[in-house]
């Protein structure tokens, strides 16, 4: 059974930094791609950053464009976020997910075939 477990969320002031960790446990993984997603209340769940096992990295939306960092340790089958100069706007949960594939659209969810639980993001201002 594939399980995602993330780890790394908190309550950090305006202007700070949180890393995001996911890893993946469950099965081997070759060819795969793992995101992060974010929701916050009353929102869709929206789109942050991709990466497939070649280090190739997706599009990020202007939102956090600049701020937000994702990089992956294939050896561990696990996936970070780095998230810098945080702001009031970026409280939400965050998600990651794995996409068990090639050539998906990473930037939809569903291409993602496993989900974490979630993970709290709070920024006070």
């Known amino acids: 059974q594939v399980q995602l477990v993330e780890s790394g969320g908190g309550l950090v002031q305006a202007g700070g930094s949180l890393r995001l960790s996911c890893a993946a446990s469950?099965?081997?993984?070759?060819?795969?791609?793992m995101g992060w997603f974010r929701q916050a209340p009353g929102k869709e769940r929206e789109f942050v950053v991709g990466?497939?096992?070649?280090?190739?990295?997706?599009f990020t939306p202007d939102s956090v464009k600049g701020r937000f960092t994702i990089s992956m340790d294939n050896a561990k089958n696990t996936v970070y976020l780095q998230m810098n100069s945080l702001k009031p706007e970026d409280t939400a949960v965050y998600y990651c997910?794995?996409?068990?594939?090639?050539?998906?659209?990473?930037?939809?969810?569903?291409?993602?075939?496993?989900w974490g639980q979630g993970t709290q993001v709070t920024v006070s201002s």
């Open positions: 997910a794995l996409s068990d594939g090639v050539g998906r659209f990473l930037m939809s969810a569903d291409a993602y075939d496993y």
């Open positions: 469950g099965r081997t993984f070759s060819r795969y791609a």
């Open positions: 990466i497939n096992w070649n280090g190739i990295r997706t």
